[in-house]
C-alpha cells in the first residue's frame, strides 16, 4: 500500500496521495449555486484522506445542465466555489471541478431550453426532440468549455475533468448509434472525435499549465451500435498525442440508454419510479428491467477494459469501478494505473481512507445497492448512512 498513499503528480499538481473522489452528482444546489450543504459534501472525503475531490457536475452553459438546478460555471457562481475549495484545501486536499455539457442528457422542460444533440432525437427526460447544433452552435460549446475552465480556475479549483463519457454531449458525438452527421462532425472515427479533442484543446490553451486538465472518456457504452473499445482506444491515442491532457479516467456506460453499465449491483427500479414524476414514473415501473440491467458488482469491475489502454497508451490513467479495498487499490498500482478513483464507497463512508490506512483490512461498508442514484433528483445521499443535515440555503 506503499504506493497508494504517496505523493503524485498530476500535472502541475502534486496529491497528497494516489486517490481521487469521483465526480457525482450532489444534488446540493436548488438555486444552481453551491450551498453549504455543497461544500460539507466535499469537505469530508477530503478530511477523510483521499488526495482530491472531484465537484459534479458544473455545466459550461445554462442548456448544458441536466436540470435547472444544477451550477453551470458563471461569475455569480465563483465566490461559493471558492469557499468549496478554500475547505477542501484547508483539510489537505486537492479540488477538480467536472466541466461538461448534458447533450441529449439534459431536462430540457427543467432548463426551459432545448436539449443539444447531434441530430434530433425524442428525449423523454425532456419530453421533447433534441436540437442538431450547426458548426457554430458547437464553435459556441468549444468556447464555453474554454471559459468553464478558466472560471474554475478563478475559483481555487486545481483541475477540471472534461466529460467526455456517458452519452452527455462529447460522448454523444462519439457514438455511431447517436450520431448521423454528414458534416465535418460525423461519419468518420476522426470527425466523431472532432468535438473533444477541439474541446481539450481549447481548455488546454485557455489555462495553459497553471492546473491540470483531465478527461472521464467511455471505452464502452454498453449499447448496440454505440462507442466501442476499438473506436474508444484510437479516441484516447489521438488525446495522448495532441497533449493537451494530464490524465485519463476511463468510464463506461450511457445515462441515456444504458445507465446500470457504469454502476454495476443491484438496480433500484422501485426507487427510481418513485423518485421520477409522471409519465416517466409509468414508463420505469412498466419498462424498468430494460432501461435498468442487472450487472452483478465485482471488484475493479472495468479492469479487463482498462488494461487495453494501459497496454496502448503511456500518458497517466486513473481506474474507475468497484475501487473499494486496499487489495484492489493496491492491484490498479501494479496493473500500472497512476491514480484510482472512488465514489459510493465514500458516500458511505467518507473517512474509508483513513480507516484503511489504519487497518488495510478495513473493510467498505457499501453494499452497492446503488438506492443512492435515485437520491440524485433531491440530495444525493447513502440511505444506509446516518442522516446529515438538510440542505442549507445558496450562497452568493
Known amino acids: 500500500m506503499n ?13 497528497r496521495n494516489r486517490v481521487i473522489k469521483a465526480a457525482t452528482f450532489e444534488g446540493r444546489t436548488p438555486d444552481a449555486l453551491v450551498t453549504d450543504d455543497l461544500i460539507e459534501y466535499h469537505r469530508a472525503p477530503a478530511a477523510g484522506g483521499v488526495g482530491m475531490t472531484t465537484v459534479a457536475y ?17 461569475p455569480e457562481a ?13 483539510e489537505g486536499a486537492a479540488a477538480s471541478a467536472q466541466i461538461g455539457h448534458a447533450g441529449p442528457v439534459a431536462n430540457a ?6 436539449a443539444l444533440a447531434p441530430g434530433r432525437l425524442f428525449s423523454p427526460l425532456g419530453m421533447a426532440r433534441t436540437v442538431r447544433p450547426d458548426a457554430a452552435d458547437l464553435q459556441r460549446v468549444v468556447r464555453a468549455f474554454a ?14 475533468e472534461l466529460h467526455f463519457g456517458h452519452n452527455y454531449l462529447i460522448s454523444s458525438f462519439f457514438s455511431p448509434l447517436l450520431n448521423r452527421r454528414r458534416d465535418s462532425y460525423g461519419g468518420s472515427l476522426a470527425n466523431r472525435a472532432r468535438l473533444a479533442r477541439e474541446v481539450a484543446q481549447a481548455v488546454r490553451d485557455a489555462v495553459d499549465d497553471r492546473i491540470a486538465v483531465t478527461a472521464k472518456l467511455n471505452m464502452d457504452d454498453g449499447v448496440v451500435g454505440g462507442l466501442r473499445l476499438e473506436e474508444s482506444l484510437q479516441i484516447g491515442r489521438w488525446l495522448e498525442a495532441d497533449g493537451t491532457l494530464d490524465a485519463l479516467e476511463l468510464t463506461i456506460g450511457s445515462s441515456l440508454l444504458n445507465p446500470m453499465y457504469l454502476f454495476h449491483g443491484d438496480a433500484p427500479r422501485t426507487e427510481f419510479a418513485k423518485a421520477f414524476g409522471a409519465p416517466l414514473s409509468w414508463g420505469m415501473r412498466l419498462g424498468g ?3 435498468l440491467r442487472e450487472y452483478p458488482y465485482r471488484e475493479a469491475y472495468m479492469l479487463d477494459l482498462a488494461r487495453q489502454f494501459r497496454y496502448e497508451l503511456t500518458m497517466p490513467l486513473i481506474l474507475l469501478g468497484g475501487i473499494t479495498t486496499a487489495e484492489t487499490m493496491q492491484l490498479a498500482m501494479e496493473e500500472g494505473f497512476e491514480f484510482v478513483a472512488m465514489a459510493r464507497a465514500l458516500l458511505r463512508q467518507p473517512d474509508l481512507l483513513l480507516r484503511i490506512q ?16 435515485p437520491s440524485i433528483f433531491s440530495r444525493t445521499t447513502c440511505v444506509l448512512a446516518r442522516p446529515s443535515a438538510p440542505p442549507a440555503p445558496a450562497l452568493t
Open 78 to 90: 465563483v465566490p461559493g466555489l471558492r469557499r468549496l475549495t478554500d475547505a477542501v484545501h484547508a
Open 3 to 15: 504506493k497508494v498513499f504517496t505523493p503524485a503528480e498530476l500535472g502541475p499538481v502534486t496529491l
Open 58 to 74: 458544473c455545466a459550461v452553459s445554462p442548456e448544458g445542465r441536466t436540470d435547472r438546478h444544477q451550477i453551470w460555471m458563471r
Open 289 to 291: 428491467r430494460f432501461f
Open 358 to 373: 489504519e487497518n488495510e483490512n478495513t473493510p467498505s461498508l457499501c453494499t452497492h445497492c446503488n438506492k443512492c442514484m
Open 147 to 160: 471559459d468553464a475552465a478558466l472560471t474554475a480556475e478563478s475559483a481555487g479549483f486545481d483541475a477540471v
Open 109 to 114: 422542460a427543467s432548463n426551459r431550453m432545448p
